[in-house]
């Protein structure tokens, strides 16, 4: 049995929109297969050790909440960098993909720091960016798979022409409504804004992030795990899938 350590960034403060779920999922999938996920609250003051946690996870919030944080993330900006330089994996969604970046303007113009674990800009736009949202992932080459969820955002986010979007947008609008890019993907590292939650209806991911850490935590090529029966998740895909066609594609 391995136990994979999940390091959880501010779960007092960015957890809009159901990010526990996405824990629950990441704790089930590992259980399910005989592993044992332990989950450590990282807050304000709370040191980051490379090499302690396998996996980070960020949730969202709102532009109150990320100001709250900010600064305290910028403290561990070092030491989440040698983390991931480390091997370690790390998913953030929403307003914790945008603290990801370089840094993140507000809607009232603040301007909150980043810790640039993502090549990636945002600036806050005059309307928010709402609905049911469909993205292509190539994660793996030659293996396509879709990420079904839900967006909302003021933060319109630009990737530098280098970065790696996670997806490409068939329905909905993205980082910015613009660009047909969704998320932004460094090595282990993926940010999204697609959150309602993410993981119960997308359990591929969540199998793809568990991989990254168990590779992290056994000092190994990401293993294949056992494939589980998901036919409540597959379900769950279509249905949110569905929804996000029905807008009629990208906007
Ligand atoms: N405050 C950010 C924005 O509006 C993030 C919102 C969120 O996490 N849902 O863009």
Redesign the pocket.
């Known amino acids: 049995m391995t136990t994979i350590r999940v390091g959880h960034l501010y779960p007092d403060y ?1 957890n ?2 159901a990010d526990r779920g996405n824990i629950a999922v990441l704790a089930r999938r590992t259980a399910w297969r005989g592993h044992e996920l332990v989950v450590t609250a990282l807050g304000m003051g709370h040191p980051i050790v490379p090499g302690e946690h396998d996996l980070y996870y960020v ?8 100001l709250l944080v900010a600064a305290d993330l910028a403290t561990k900006r070092d030491a989440l960098q040698n983390a991931v330089d480390g091997g370690a994996a790390a998913l953030a ?6 603290l990801l970046g370089r840094g ?1 303007r ?2 009232h113009g603040e301007d909150m720091p980043g810790i640039g674990l993502l090549p990636l800009e ?1 600036v ?1 736009g005059e309307s ?2 709402i609905g049911d949202v469909l993205i292509e992932c190539e994660l793996e080459p030659g293996e396509k798979h879709t990420l079904a969820g839900f ?6 986010t630009r990737l530098d022409p280098v970065a790696e979007p996670l997806g490409r947008v068939l329905a909905g609008f993205g980082n910015d409504g613009e660009s047909g890019f969704e998320g932004c993907r460094a090595g282990r590292v993926v940010g999204t ?1 697609l ?1 309602g939650p993410l993981l119960p209806r997308n359990a591929w991911l969540a199998d793809w992030l568990l991989a990254q850490a168990l590779a992290h935590r056994l000092g190994t090529e990401p293993p294949r795990l056992e494939p589980l029966p998901d036919e409540l998740e597959r379900q769950a895909h279509a249905v949110s899938a569905g929804r996000a066609r029905s807008r009629g594609g990208r906007r």
């Open positions: 960015l809009i929109y949730g969202g919030g709102q532009d109150r909440e990320q969604v929403c307003g914790g993909y945008q993140y507000g809607f945002t806050a928010r960016l967006e909302n955002h003021a933060g319109r804004y959150h």
